[in-house]
């Protein structure tokens, strides 16, 4: 990702504007500015912020279209030992700028569409959803990492289950035999 800039990103911008100007937007978005997004995720440091880069263009069949790139360290709760888990979440994103569900219709695939209001797009808004498209459905620790990896150790390092242990020639299923002699 390159080099964002410290100052604070725009909440709302004239999308389309930006798109026939060519421009290109740097900044942060503090993390504790956006409410849904904060809900989703264990934590982040008081001070973390999502660093942002937005490219708004015209494509070659006059579309506007805005491509990004975010970044946002956040804490995850580890679903194998429930514990914390620092992780850095990143998205690559293009979108379609739209003001109707009939203009979203009409995108091509490649693009995904961004309802927008006239003159006006919520910058932020934009950023938390695409955070929170990205977030892991079930987070986990590296194994070696992960407090549970104790818990671990019954099975192989491929992750499936070990073979248990059995005597050679030993019957398996000599318990259920002298089960079948003691009923009769």
Same mark, same amino acid.
């Given at each position: 990702?390159?080099?964002?800039?410290?100052?604070?990103?725009?909440? *709302?911008?004239?999308?389309?504007?930006?798109?026939?100007?060519? *421009?290109? %937007?740097? @900044?942060?978005?503090?993390? =504790? /500015?956006? *409410?849904?997004?904060?809900?989703?995720?264990?934590?982040?440091?008081?001070?973390?912020?999502?660093?942002?880069? %937005?490219? &708004?263009?015209?494509? !070659?069949?006059?579309?506007?279209?805005?491509?990004?790139?975010?970044?946002?360290?956040?804490?995850?709760?580890?679903?194998?030992?429930? @514990? *914390?888990?620092?992780?850095?979440?990143? =998205?690559? &994103?293009?979108?379609?700028?739209?003001?109707?569900?009939?203009?979203?219709?009409?995108?091509?695939?490649?693009?995904?569409?961004?309802?927008? +209001?006239?003159?006006?797009?919520?910058?932020?808004?934009?950023?938390? +959803?695409?955070?929170?498209?990205?977030?892991?459905? &079930?987070?986990?620790?590296?194994?070696?990492?992960?407090?549970?990896?104790?818990?671990?150790?019954?099975?192989?390092?491929? @992750?499936?289950?070990?073979?248990?242990?059995?005597?050679? /020639?030993?019957?398996? &299923? !000599?318990?259920?035999?002298?089960?079948?002699?003691?009923?009769?």
């Amino acid at each position: 990702m390159s080099k964002a800039s410290n100052a604070e990103l725009p909440k *709302s911008v004239d999308p389309y504007r930006l798109a026939e100007q060519n *421009s290109t %937007l740097e @900044g942060i978005i503090p993390l =504790s /500015g956006l *409410s849904r997004f904060r809900e989703a995720v264990l934590g982040f440091s008081e001070n973390a912020a999502c660093r942002v880069t %937005l490219s &708004f263009y015209m494509d !070659s069949e006059r579309r506007r279209v805005v491509s990004g790139e975010l970044e946002a360290p956040v804490e995850l709760e580890c679903q194998r030992c429930m @514990g *914390s888990m620092r992780a850095t979440l990143v =998205s690559r &994103f293009k979108l379609g700028l739209v003001t109707s569900d009939e203009q979203a219709k009409q995108l091509p695939n490649e693009l995904e569409p961004y309802l927008t +209001d006239d003159f006006s797009a919520d910058l932020w808004s934009m950023a938390e +959803d695409e955070l929170l498209l990205v977030l892991p459905a &079930f987070p986990l620790h590296d194994r070696n990492e992960c407090p549970a990896r104790e818990d671990l150790e019954a099975y192989e390092p491929d @992750g499936s289950a070990a073979e248990p242990v059995r005597k050679s /020639g030993e019957n398996p &299923f !000599s318990v259920l035999a002298n089960l079948k002699k003691t009923k009769h």
